[in-house]
Structures are given as C-alpha cells and as structure tokens.
Nanobody, 125 residues
C-alpha cells in the first residue's frame, strides 16, 4: 500500500504562483508513475501532468503546458507541482495519484492504484 499526502493548497490571484507537493509513504516501491489530476466544480476530473519515476519523463495536459512543472525528489519520495501564471480556470481540487504500471493512457483515472485526499487551489481574477 502507498499513502499519498498532498500539501495544503491555497488562494492566489491570477498571474500568481503556487507549489503543491505529494509525499508518498508506505510501500515506497509500489509506484512507478505519479500524476496530478484536478476537478473543478461541475466538471469531470481531468489529468494535469504526470511523471515517470525511473526516467523522470513528464507529460502535460495542453491547458497547463508551459505554465506548470512537475518534478520528483526521489530521496524524499515526493512529487512537486509548480504552478505559474495561474488563471481563474485553474481553480479546482487537485489530487495526486500513483500507479505501479507505466503503461496505458496517463490520464486514465482507472489505471491509478492510489489517490491523495485532494487539496483546493483557488485563483481569483
């Protein structure tokens, strides 16, 4: 079992920055790919970005490409999400998720074995 604990989110103004973290504990060899998802009110949850543990390869959804950066501190088993140039449409509950397999569509929720509790990010205009 892998436990994922996200850092506290926050409220920022448009154009601002915020960094989230997701710390993995428990069976720390139990994941090979970690991703961030988000869910805005009234919308479906969507994949934001993901990172492969051994290669560090990253993938980003189009709406955040160039503004968000995912990174991994392997020693701390922690993944970070640096969010810059935030927009009101980035307002959502953000979740980190981890899975053992690196195969399949990275944004497919059903492929993930473990989920964090979610943290709220609010961007005001």
């Amino acid at each position: 079992q892998v436990q994922l604990v996200e850092s506290e989110g926050g409220s920022v103004q448009a154009g601002g920055s915020l960094t989230l973290s997701c710390a993995a504990s428990g069976s720390t060899d139990g994941w090979n790919f970690m991703a961030w998802f988000r869910q805005a009110p009234g919308k479906e949850r969507e994949g934001v970005t993901g990172i492969t543990r051994d290669t560090g390869m990253t993938v980003y959804a189009s709406p955040v490409k160039g503004r968000f950066t995912i990174s991994l501190d392997a020693a701390k088993n922690t993944v970070f999400l640096q969010m810059n140039s935030l927009k009101p449409e980035d307002t959502a509950m953000y979740y980190c998720a981890a899975r053992l397999s690196t195969h399949g569509t990275w944004s497919q929720e059903s492929l993930y074995n473990y989920w964090g509790q979610g943290t709220q990010v609010t961007v005001s205009s």
